[in-house]
């Protein structure tokens, strides 16, 4: 069975960066098949995507207003994905989730539990 | 950028009934269409890729429908267990994005 784990919750500061993970187990392919997407839903908002990246080969694509903040990296050693979000506000606070994509199509499939990351001073 | 747009906002349905949630899209998406279903508390679950095709254990009272820009999902003889938040996500493009919801409630 597919497991989708994320790291824990994160409390930062304004200004800060912050760096969640994501590792998927149980799978029958290669890590390098698939690709992930971060998503995020703010309080009482709706979900938001945020960015894709492509295990295979690092290929990443964006959100328009995540661009300049946002990086997705991945570890093909550990089968580990990576967030970073830098210059953190009070409206960055919100749950991240990490999701694989299905092989055969591009919708997220496997979604992790979620990390809050809460920005206050 | 495609913009995903959802109607109703709310949906409230008694056990046993239909409910039928809509997904516009700004312009085409062809059928790179996905549902997801969303509880509080949980991850987002998703319930229909390619616009009706059902993700695995997905229960066949979900359907969804359409092509283009307009879709549809259908909650057949709906459960106490239904209740949520139904989001539309095209992969046509990029970037990729969610329409605002639907809050399904049951009475």
């Known amino acids: 069975q597919v497991q989708v784990v994320q790291s824990g919750p994160e409390v930062k500061m304004p200004g800060a960066s912050v760096k969640v993970s994501c590792k998927a187990s149980?799978?029958?392919?290669?890590?390098?098949?698939?690709?992930f997407d971060w998503v995020r839903q703010a309080p009482g908002q709706g979900l938001e995507w945020m960015g894709c990246?492509?295990?295979?080969?690092?290929?990443?694509w964006y959100g328009q207003k995540f661009r300049d903040r946002v990086t997705l990296t991945r570890d093909t050693s550990t089968g580990t994905i990576y967030l970073e979000l830098r210059g953190l506000s009070r409206d960055d606070t919100a749950m991240y989730y990490c999701?694989?994509?299905?092989?055969?199509?591009?919708?997220?499939?496997?979604w992790g539990q979620g990390t809050l990351v809460s920005v206050s001073s | 950028e495609i913009v995903m747009t959802q109607s109703p906002a709310t949906l409230s349905v008694s056990p046993g009934e239909s409910a039928t949630l809509s997904c516009r899209a700004s312009?085409?998406?062809?059928?790179?269409l996905a549902w997801y279903q969303h509880k509080a508390g949980q991850a987002p679950r998703l319930l229909i890729y390619?616009?009706?095709t059902r993700a695995a254990g997905i229960p066949a009272r979900f359907s969804g429908s359409g092509s283009g820009t307009e879709f549809t999902l259908t909650i057949n003889s709906l459960q106490s267990e239904d209740s949520g938040v139904y989001y539309c996500?095209?992969?046509?493009?990029?970037?990729?994005?969610f329409g605002q919801g639907t809050k399904v409630e049951i009475k």
């Open positions: 999701a694989r994509d299905l092989l055969e199509v591009a919708a997220a499939g496997n």
């Open positions: 149980g799978s029958p392919y290669p890590f390098t098949a698939y690709s």
């Open positions: 990246i492509s295990a295979y080969n690092g290929n990443t």
């Open positions: 312009q085409s998406v062809t059928v790179n």
């Open positions: 390619a616009a009706s």
């Open positions: 996500q095209q992969y046509n493009n990029w970037p990729r994005g």
